[in-house]
């Protein structure tokens, strides 16, 4: 019979593809993206990494201490208010370098394939690995540089190191007599904020601690040009082709908004994948229909045996 296959994993030739993986609650998955097809860009001062909350601190000889606080609390609420983000998982799976033991790929493996991610980002409140995986393509990409007419747009891999040895945990200082000297009355805002974000964007807003780095995170970030409007919400919009597949985690519940999710994905032309364990190792399944009683798989599990086995049906390197 026909295997079906998840085509981002069979990499031809051994060959990487580039692909974005996001994973979100399902209320949000069911309720606002897949619905508006959006990602909402988050503020960093919602970051889960308490290093990345960064607090800007004036510096000025000719401020008295009212001016300093003030001139700072406005500071930090336009920060606040411009700068956002939003991140993906990057990992890539080498057939070459694989082993026989998926479980001692650590840093072989797709971005699906990561139990830390499923606990931090894709469960519900009410239950772990409940949530789903979005895989994007590098399409995401294309799409995140469009909305550059109103917003100054960055996106990198997320550099790791200790945070100990090159970031100030709390408060970031940065001084305004280097941008704007003289007085508090003479010194713009909006200026001051985004002359520091230009500046120091890499260090303090695309690198963490090595604590993350099993993330290889992805991150788009941005900030509102001064002409744009600060208190504005962000969104990326993105089209079905854009979407690789969705993976649903194996703790996913059987009810009617699930079925009608997954029927709505169907409808959109998304590949629907479901995350499970075949022989303790991890596998995904692809569901092919829904009937009113459960949610009907297709007939194979990939594992990492079938994985290596279909790569060599496509490569014609069959015995």
């Known amino acids: 019979m026909e295997i079906l296959y998840i085509k ?35 503020k960093i001062s919602d970051s889960n990494d308490p290093v990345e909350i960064k607090t800007l601190n004036a510096t000025n000889e000719e401020f008295n201490l009212i001016e300093t606080d003030n001139y700072n609390l406005e500071l ?41 991610m499923w606990a931090l980002y894709g469960s519900n409140k009410s239950s772990d690995n409940a949530g789903v995986c979005i895989v994007f393509n590098n399409n995401i990409i294309s799409k995140f540089n469009q909305l550059s007419r109103e917003y100054n747009i960055k996106y990198k891999s997320i550099t790791y190191g200790n945070f100990l040895d ?40 695309m690198s963490k601690d090595k604590d993350w780095e099993s993330e290889d995170e992805y991150r788009l970030l ?11 919400s962000t969104y990326l919009d993105f089209d079905p082709e854009d979407v690789e597949a969705v993976i649903l985690g194996y703790n996913i519940a059987r009810n009617a908004e699930y079925k009608d999710f997954i029927q709505n994905l169907f409808n ?10 075949l022989q303790n190792l991890p596998s ?24 290596q086995e279909e790569r060599r049906r496509l490569l014609g390197e069959e015995d």
């Open 8 to 42: 981002y994993i069979i990499y031809k030739g051994g060959l990487n593809m580039d692909i974005y993986c996001q994973f979100r609650n399902f209320d949000t998955s069911y309720n606002y993206i897949f619905q508006n097809m959006q990602l909402k860009l988050g």
């Open 76 to 116: 930090n609420v336009y920060l606040n208010s411009i700068l956002k983000m939003t991140c993906f998982v990057k990992g890539d799976y080498d057939f070459d370098a694989a082993s026989e033991v998926l479980e001692a790929e650590q840093n072989n493996r797709p971005p699906f394939f990561k139990p830390k």
């Open 222 to 232: 941005c900030w509102n040009k001064i002409s744009t409007p600060s208190n504005n």
């Open 284 to 307: 995904i399944k692809l569901i092919t229909e829904l009937d009113d009683d459960e949610l009907e798989t297709s007939r194979f599990e990939l594992g990492h045996e079938e994985l």
């Open 268 to 277: 959109l032309g998304i590949p629907v994948y479901k995350l499970g364990l």
């Open 166 to 205: 090159n970031m100030i945990a709390g408060s970031f200082c940065y001084n305004t007599d280097v941008i704007i000297p003289n007085h508090a009355s003479d010194i713009d805002i909006k200026k001051t904020v985004q002359n520091y974000l230009m500046e120091n964007y890499k260090t303090n807003y």
